[in-house]
């Protein structure tokens, strides 16, 4: 059956001030789209064209698990002709980038992603320019309706897979990938079919927003680290063991090994300011 989906009544008040983005946000916001475009690594051809606040924070259908969506624009044929390929980089890279840095702003995520100047948002999409500090164009508060039923239906096998992940399972580092993987081409295909209210992307949203994506990310944390802690103390083992050598040996000067350090990933504080960037920007 059809229901209706009510949007707000206004913007996100935790960054807009009626239609007007609340001071000092677009600085902050700029500074990290820089950071993200400097790790790229791009042809210096490849110019920042502009940084587009899209999405749902851009819109009436924001909710408090609603990502911060910043598109770098620039012209992927000065990076490289073939398009494909260059397309293929910058998903890769936001993947890279997304992994490294999960920047938040007040318990948003910040998702970057660079968007070719070629491409042409859904008519629906709320754009708001943060390098011209205007709006290219203005959402509306208009009903939305969509079928659940078609929803949940496109969402239910990814949720049964994800509610049924096991610690422990020898498999586990696969099917997580393998979830990853269907999630990533299940948004993109509707994105790009039919924009932000797609059925796709609705899924993708609702399984959010049900917290099974965060069930997702912290399972292959949980992976993540154990292999680490596995190949730390087969590093730690193998350095006591080349130290025991050396004694034997009768070497009276033995080299320290140094295990790799992770570095810790702050999120934007109260302030609006990625712990990272002061190293990155350099201190405002």
Do not use: C
Request: charged residues 25%; without cysteine; hydrophobic residues 40%.
């Amino acid at each position: 059956m059809l229901h209706e989906y009510e949007t707000q009544s206004t913007l996100n008040p935790k960054l807009w001030d009626g239609e007007s983005l609340k001071k000092g946000l677009s600085y902050k916001f700029l500074r990290i789209a820089k950071a993200f475009y400097d790790f790229l690594e791009v042809s210096d051809t490849a110019q920042v064209l502009d940084v587009l606040l899209i999405g749902s924070n851009a819109n009436y259908n924001w909710t408090e698990k609603s990502d911060i969506d910043l598109h770098v624009v620039i012209d992927y044929q000065a990076v490289d002709k073939n398009l494909h390929l260059v397309k293929n980089l910058m998903m890769a890279k936001k993947s890279i980038w997304s992994t490294n840095y999960p920047l938040t702003y007040k318990g948003m995520d910040i998702e970057l992603y660079a968007q070719d100047w070629n491409d042409r948002l859904h008519s629906s999409v709320g754009q708001y320019s943060l390098m011209k500090g205007k709006w290219l164009k203005k959402p509306n508060a208009d009903v939305i309706s969509i079928d659940d039923e078609v929803i949940d239906a496109k969402m239910a096998p990814l949720q049964y897979e994800i509610e049924h992940l096991e610690e422990g399972d020898p498999k586990l580092e696969l099917k997580i990938k393998h979830i990853l993987e269907r999630l990533y081409k299940m948004r993109q295909t509707g994105l790009e079919a039919e924009g932000e209210y797609s059925i796709e992307n609705l899924a993708f949203k609702k399984l959010r927003n049900s917290g099974h994506l965060e069930r997702l990310s912290q399972l292959d944390k949980t992976e993540t680290m154990l292999g680490m802690s596995q190949a730390r103390l087969g590093a730690a083992n193998a350095a006591r063991d080349a130290a025991t050598n050396s004694i034997i040996g009768g070497v009276t000067g033995l080299a320290s090994s140094v295990l790799p350090a992770v570095p810790g990933l702050g999120e934007v504080g109260a302030d609006g300011e990625a712990s990272f960037m002061s190293n990155l920007m350099g201190k405002s």
